[in-house]
């Protein structure tokens, strides 16, 4: 294998009761050269950068973007300012990291944090005039109004009158590969959504997905969304699929309470993709006029909890998450920071059991992912085996996918 993967820590691991996580250590980013690295060292500067660019921001806001570019890059992870409302909760979070290097800190805290002080730094939760102002939003706009999602959206026409199997499979593929439009790869001159030669599934449990969906179930699915735009579209066409064919009488899309990793959902996202829908000719518009009147009638409920900005393992979800997700058929998982804390952002012998790691989930589970990041499990022998052969870098390039689903 070709890639080098991150540097890992037996030492931070967060106290988690399997002998796997005992023996799979907590992801760091202090291995050069390695993908967790890379993204501290060359993506956070570059996303600083864009997110500069793309606004008139003041001389308070750029000295803030200065000084968290020079304290991620060489510093050590200073506190968040005591007048940020959730000053308290991200001490807490981050005992043991302030006053260290960013790099020594488990990966999936330091990418978490750094969202957070970016937005602290733009003064998104401040009292002034920036307040509420969504820094990727450029970014997610002008996504929305491309040609790539135009042609998507024209694609549906096409697939109106296939067979319903047929239909199915096509638009959980859309929703599953349209994780692989990730604007954070954008910000670093990457691109796992241009043309890729070997895309592949290395796990499909798409037939076990549908068997949790019999058709007039009256199931209720939660999803937990993870990009706007490029793929919150085929996520919202898949949804409306569900409630059409009747897999679904009701779904819970779950979105982010504030802008994160640059591209994620929320509200506003989804308003502006339905829009996007709606103003479709076609069977683009007829989705859009479906979900939005779903939308009035409750089959399609938007939802939000600060848990999904968390720097923490979906293990330790608080008790109201867990009932939600208890109390539904199944939860698909979009993306692939939701994986990462789905089974916990450690380095994971490859072949270990999905289903034991996300036993505590408390319902049946589905991770849809495109891979950008070293976490893998779940994978057959043989599956690994030839990947590794392969000599890509298929556990981050977003070249290779998965559908995983622990019933
Ligand atoms: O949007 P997704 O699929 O959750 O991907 C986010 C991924 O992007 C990264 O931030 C950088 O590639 C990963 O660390 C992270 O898992």
Known sequence: MTEKI????????????????????????????????????????????????????GRRQHEAL????????????????????DHGRWADWGRGHFGRSWYD??????????????LAAVGYFGTGPWQGVDPFAPFKQAELRGEAVEEELRALDALADAPAGERATALLHASLWGNRADLGFRASGESPAGEVATSALVADDS????????????????VVADNAGRELIPDLILIDHLLEHRHAERVVLHVKPYPYYVSDAMTADVVDCLRRLTEAPGEAGRIGGRLWKGMAAGSLEVRTHSFF???????????????????????????????????????????????????????????????????????????????????????????????????
């Open 105 to 118: 800190a488990p990966f999936l805290w330091a990418e978490s944090y750094f969202y957070r002080r970016l």
């Open 309 to 407: 900005c968390a720097p923490l393992p979906y293990e330790e979800m608080p008790e109201d998450l867990r009932k939600e997700f208890a109390g539904v058929t199944l939860t698909i998982l979009k993306g692939d920071l939701n994986y990462r804390r789905l089974v916990g952002d450690r380095l994971w012998d490859a072949t270990t059991s999905f289903a034991e790691l996300t036993a505590y989930f408390p319902g049946p589970v589905a991770a849809l992912r495109t891979l950008k990041s070293d976490v893998i499990a779940g994978l057959q022998q043989g599956t690994l085996d030839d990947l590794e052969r392969s000599g890509a870098a298929w556990r981050t390039s977003g070249t290779h996918a998965l559908i995983q689903v622990r019933k």
């Open 207 to 222: 037939a076990a997905l549908w068997q949790l969906l019999p058709a007039g179930a009256s199931a209720t699915v939660a």
């Open 6 to 57: 991150s540097r890992a820590s037996r030492e931070t691991a967060v106290a988690s009761g399997s002998a796997a996580a005992a023996a799979a250590p907590v992801i760091l980013s202090n291995e050069r050269g390695s993908f967790a690295w890379g993204v501290l060292a060359k993506r956070h500067p570059a996303l600083i950068q864009q997110v500069r660019d793309a606004f008139p921001y």
């Open 66 to 85: 200065d000084a968290l570019l020079d304290e991620s890059s060489n510093g050590v992870v200073e506190p968040l300012a005591p007048e940020e409302p």
